[in-house]
């Protein structure tokens, strides 16, 4: 069952990680609603995770990604797939860390105080189904160490929930 007074340990990335993905399986394991999910998901990722200032969703639709729930400031609602650092994610279908957002060329600043980005896609039987996009306001902030966990955490978040099945 899911324990809002969890504290998470992220002095060690993967301890906090770990305790993350336990407590998000639990959030997210009597629900199968995608949106849902994705504002539970959103809502616990950015309550957990220390130095973030946007932690959300874009879903597919057609060849454009639209923003869905999400924590942090309002942001941009369509990025066409190929542009900016989420286009980028979907494109490729894999995850990116920009570990300064500057220097990425396409990058699209929905908040002027993000600093690095992370973004996994969210793939599912071959399908991409949208991306989930973490911001922070200090450059450096994410590796390959948090990439993993969260295509870790985005495979919970696929896992739970039933995409075409809202009505
Ligand atoms: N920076 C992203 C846009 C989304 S916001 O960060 C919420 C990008 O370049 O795709």
């Not at 399986?25 to 973030?52: C, K, M, Q, R, Y």
């Not at 980028?88 to 990058?107: G, K, N, W």
Request: charged content about 20%.
């Amino acid at each position: 069952m899911y324990d809002s007074s969890t504290q998470f340990d992220f002095r060690d990335p993967h301890v906090g990680y770990a305790q993350l993905a336990e407590a998000l399986g639990a959030l997210l394991s009597d629900e199968h609603d995608p949106i849902a999910n994705a504002a539970n998901t959103a809502a616990l990722l950015f309550a957990a995770l220390p130095e973030i200032n946007w932690a959300g969703f874009y879903f597919a639709r057609g060849r454009e990604l639209v923003v869905g729930p999400f924590q942090g400031k309002p942001a941009c609602v369509r990025i066409p797939f190929g542009r900016g650092v989420c286009g980028a994610a979907a494109e490729r279908r894999a995850a990116i860390v920009v570990p300064d957002v500057q220097t990425f060329a396409d990058h699209i600043a929905c908040d002027a105080a993000s600093r690095s980005e992370v973004v996994v896609p969210l793939i599912e039987r071959q399908s991409l189904l949208g991306v989930l996009d973490l911001d922070s306001p200090r450059s450096g902030r994410f590796g390959e160490v948090d990439a993993r966990a969260l295509e870790r955490i985005a495979g919970i978040y696929l896992g739970a929930s039933r995409f075409g099945a809202e009505r």
